[in-house]
Structure formats: C-alpha cells, structure tokens
C-alpha cells in the first residue's frame, strides 16, 4: 500500500525556521521525482519545489527561491523541505507528491502557520 506521510508542520514566527518531513512507503521512492505543493486558506493548491529521482534538478517557486531548500534520502525514503526565513504568506498546509511510471501519490498535508 502506497503511503506518504508529512510531518514537522505547526506554528513559527515570522523569520522562523522549519523543517518539513515526507516519509514514504509502499512504492520504490527512488524512481520517483518527487514535489511540494501547500494550499492557503480560500486558495488553490500551488507549486513549491521539486527534486529529480537522484537528488537533482531541485526546482523552487520563485516565492520561496532563497529561502526553502528541497532534499531527499533515497536510502530512508524520505523528502524534505527546509523552510527559512518565513512569512505570513507561507501559512497553508503542504502536500508532498510522488511522480512516476507507477502512479501520482499525494501525501494528506501538514499544516504550518506562520504568525507571530
């Protein structure tokens, strides 16, 4: 059975730091590329970053170029997202998404707020 499953959301200061989990399971992680999307309040879900099945071609929206940093362990099957830095406007729950031959999985969100 596929499963993503985030972790390390909640609430941070306005440039605070946090560190978002993706553990993986059910599927064979390093065949897949894998992304970040976050969905704010009374908005759709939007892009945040992506990574390549080795660890690279990391790709970042231009919102959070600079100050997120995307990561995966293939051999823990894990993705991560490092966020510095915040704002207000990173408040949302973030999905992490696995992309491959197999299918397209969504994990079922971590909430993180940003205020102060």
């Known amino acids: 059975q596929v499963q993503l499953v985030e972790s390390g959301g909640g609430l941070v200061q306005p440039g605070g730091s946090l560190k978002l989990s993706c553990t993986a399971s059910?599927?064979?992680?390093?065949?897949?590329?894998m992304n970040w999307y976050r969905q704010a309040p009374g908005k759709g879900r939007e892009f945040v970053a992506a990574?390549?099945?080795?660890?690279?071609?990391?790709l970042l929206a231009d919102s959070v170029k600079g100050r997120f940093t995307i990561s995966r362990d293939n051999e823990q099957n894990t993705l991560s997202l490092e966020m510095n830095s915040v704002k207000a406007e990173d408040t949302g729950v973030y999905y992490c998404?696995?992309?491959?031959?197999?299918?397209?999985?969504w994990g079922q969100g971590t909430q993180v707020t940003v205020s102060s």
């Open positions: 990574i390549g099945r080795a660890g690279d071609n990391a």
């Open positions: 059910g599927f064979t992680f390093s065949a897949y590329a």
């Open positions: 998404q696995a992309v491959g031959a197999g299918g397209n999985y």
